[in-house]
């Protein structure tokens, strides 16, 4: 089926529910999900998705495109965010002026998107309401109820959208975790009377759906914790997710229970420690000590929270690992914690940390020696005991890649369920006897470049690719009006090592060669701009190509006088 630019050529029937994903299906992040209604329009999360070593330098932020929605903008009734992270509220700064819709969300996650927004300048546009926990709300045609769950940041909320007779239940993210910590825990006699309401649709969490068993409890991850940092003889530095609530609590408690203080590097983690609050968590969490007073505190008394758990080279982590840190500097027998997960494409990364950190004579404790992290996401059993819960007719498996929405899928057929796979883009139609794809619309991935995002696929990045695959070489030639040239033909190479070549004699000897091919130009071809252009491009690239055996990116600047 071939994509539609534009949402209003989709075919929708009055009385019917469709469900759009633009982003977060068949990819992990940049969750966007659109519900259609009798002309109306729900948004449920905004998210980002990060950059790695597959998209063109200098993009680390990537936001779906939902240039799709441009022509309905009038009939969005609201954005509902689901919960906090990135990959669900990333992107709100970055799209809403393309969107304007009122946005709805619990306290928490409202004041990450107050903090983003007010970034952008945006704060004082954006009518931001925020929700009680267990609220039902009518918005447009949609009737949405907020179903608190359990995750790995504070209110991880499932949505209940009843519209035209349809009850959809769209899990977001979540897990069932007896002992979250912080937060309440799940009410589990609440799905069991959704179950009983008769849930129609699920479209749920598929991350961990080829994983068996159960994610795990953060007070299990607490005493994994417990255990590891009350061992450590002197300083330890602990790197885990700043949003993870819950995992700072803990660190926070474990502080006070093997007489250690707290102190903190990084400003996410800040971030989050405000937010978290202001907003009512984290009650207990010991006062900080600063950076300046850490030299008065035996380094056996002292707890570091750093962020960086992926790596990320500007994060605390990195530069305590590089010993580049201006406040704090590890010394050998201290402990580095990191109570996270390796996400998939930071394994590089994070080696190279654990290397430089060992060079120190720092013990390194990863997930892999000790149960210090768990999963925000459900693992199968849990899956198993919400379907069995809910009593959907079809589950619409989301927020994973191809091969986790496909095990959520056969999990869900393995329960006697159906389940309706989608993809991004797809249009899938809440058919009660058997949902069916209707349609496709455009999707995409803008990449953020400074302040404007831009298409992945633009020229502007595929050159940006280019140029840092293969560097670039610049040509000046300036040629009078009977064609001759005026001035030596100049050459310059950025970022093309040259190797035994001297650069000087290179040059020249490009120069040289490009008299050569003028010389025996064609006037036709010395007239055309693009000809002489393009006959340069290919003769140079292969003289370069076989001296260097290398093929950068050209630019022939030409001058006529
Ligand atoms: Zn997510
Ligand atoms: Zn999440």
């Given at each position: 089926?071939?994509p ?6 989709i ?5 019917q529910?469709?469900?759009i994903?633009?982003?977060?299906s068949?990819e992990?992040g ?9 002309g ?8 980002i998705?990060?950059g790695?070593?597959s998209t063109?330098?200098?993009i ?12 309905v ?5 609201a ?8 990959d669900h509220v ?10 304007k ?18 970034e952008?300048?945006?704060l ?5 309401h ?8 009518q918005l ?11 995750h ?24 069932l975790d ?5 937060g ?40 994994a914790l417990?255990?590891v ?10 790197t ?5 609530t ?17 102190t903190?590097?990084?400003r ?10 202001a907003?009512?968590y984290l009650?207990n ?6 950076t ?10 002292q707890l570091?929270?750093?962020t960086?758990s ?20 590890l ?5 580095v914690?990191f109570?996270?997960?390796?996400i ?11 290397d430089?950190?060992?060079q ?11 149960a210090i ?6 693992c199968?059993?849990?899956?198993r005991?919400?379907?069995r819960a ?21 999990l869900v057929?393995?329960e ?31 990449g953020?470049?400074g ?12 050159e ?8 670039l070489?610049t ?18 190479f ?8 001297d650069?000087?004699s290179?040059?020249?000897d490009?120069?040289h ?8 130009m064609?006037?036709?071809?010395l ?6 252009r393009?006959t ?12 260097l055996?290398?093929?950068?990116k ?7 006088i």
């Amino acid at each position: 089926m071939k994509p539609v630019a534009n949402i209003s050529q989709i075919p929708f029937v009055d009385g019917q529910v469709y469900f759009i994903p633009l982003g977060g299906s068949g990819e992990i992040g940049m969750n966007l999900n659109v519900y259609q209604c009798n002309g109306e329009f729900l948004l449920v999360d905004v998210g980002i998705t990060f950059g790695d070593d597959s998209t063109p330098p200098g993009i680390d932020v990537i936001c779906p495109d939902i240039s799709v929605l441009r022509s309905v903008r009038d009939q969005i009734r609201a954005i509902v965010i689901t919960h906090a992270h990135e990959d669900h509220v990333g992107a709100l700064h970055y799209l809403w002026s393309q969107l304007k819709a009122p946005v709805y969300c619990t306290a928490f996650t409202a004041s990450v998107a107050r903090r983003k927004l007010g970034e952008a300048g945006l704060l004082g546009q954006v009518p931001l309401h925020e929700v009680a926990p267990g609220s039902r709300i009518q918005l447009g045609c949609f009737d949405v109820e907020w179903v608190t769950l359990t995750h790995s940041i504070p209110e991880p909320n499932a949505l209940v959208i009843r519209v035209a007779g349809r009850i959809v239940f769209h899990t977001g993210d979540w897990k069932l975790d007896p002992h979250p910590i912080e937060g309440d825990d799940y009410d589990d006699k609440r799905l069991l009377a959704l179950g009983d309401s008769g849930i129609e649709f699920v479209v749920g969490d598929s991350t961990n759906a080829n994983i068996e068993g159960w994610s795990g409890s953060e007070a299990e991850c607490r005493q994994a914790l417990l255990e590891v940092i009350v061992k450590q003889p002197n300083r330890v530095a602990v790197t885990c997710f700043s949003s993870n609530t819950a995992r700072l609590s803990s660190l926070g408690d474990i502080a006070r229970e093997t007489g250690r203080r707290v102190t903190v590097l990084g400003r996410s983690l800040f971030n989050y420690l405000q937010t978290a609050k202001a907003t009512g968590y984290l009650k207990n969490f010991p006062d900080l000590v600063p950076t300046e007073d850490l030299d008065y505190l035996p380094r056996s008394e002292q707890l570091i929270l750093a962020t960086g758990s992926q790596g990320e080279p500007r994060a605390a982590m990195a530069r305590l690992a590089k010993g580049e840190h201006q406040d704090l500097l590890l010394e050998p027998e201290d402990t580095v914690v990191f109570s996270s997960k390796v996400i998939p494409g930071n394994e590089k990364k994070l080696y190279r940390l654990y290397d430089l950190l060992s060079q120190k004579n720092v013990r390194v404790v990863t997930e892999n020696d000790a149960a210090i992290h768990v999963s925000g996401h459900p693992c199968r059993d849990e899956l198993r005991w919400m379907y069995r819960a809910l009593r959907p007719r079809y589950v619409i498996p989301v927020h994973g890649e191809e091969r986790h929405m496909s095990a959520h899928a056969d999990l869900v057929t393995d329960e006697g369920l159906g389940a309706a796979r989608v993809t991004n883009g797809d249009v899938l139609e809440l058919n009660i006897s058997e949902p069916s794809l209707i349609g496709r619309v455009h999707t995409g991935r803008l990449g953020l470049s400074g302040s404007s995002l831009v298409p992945l696929s633009d020229r502007s990045l595929s050159e940006r690719r280019a140029l840092a695959d293969g560097g670039l070489m610049t040509l000046t030639i300036v040629l009078d009006n009977k064609t001759r040239l005026v001035t030596e033909p100049q050459v310059q190479f950025i970022g093309v090592p040259s190797g035994d070549i001297d650069p000087e004699s290179l040059n020249r000897d490009l120069s040289h060669a490009t008299e050569e091919i003028l010389l025996e130009m064609s006037s036709r071809t010395l007239q055309s701009d693009d000809s002489l252009r393009a006959t340069l491009q290919r003769e140079l690239g292969a003289l370069v190509r076989q001296w260097l055996g290398v093929k950068p990116k050209q630019l022939v600047n030409l001058v006529r006088i």
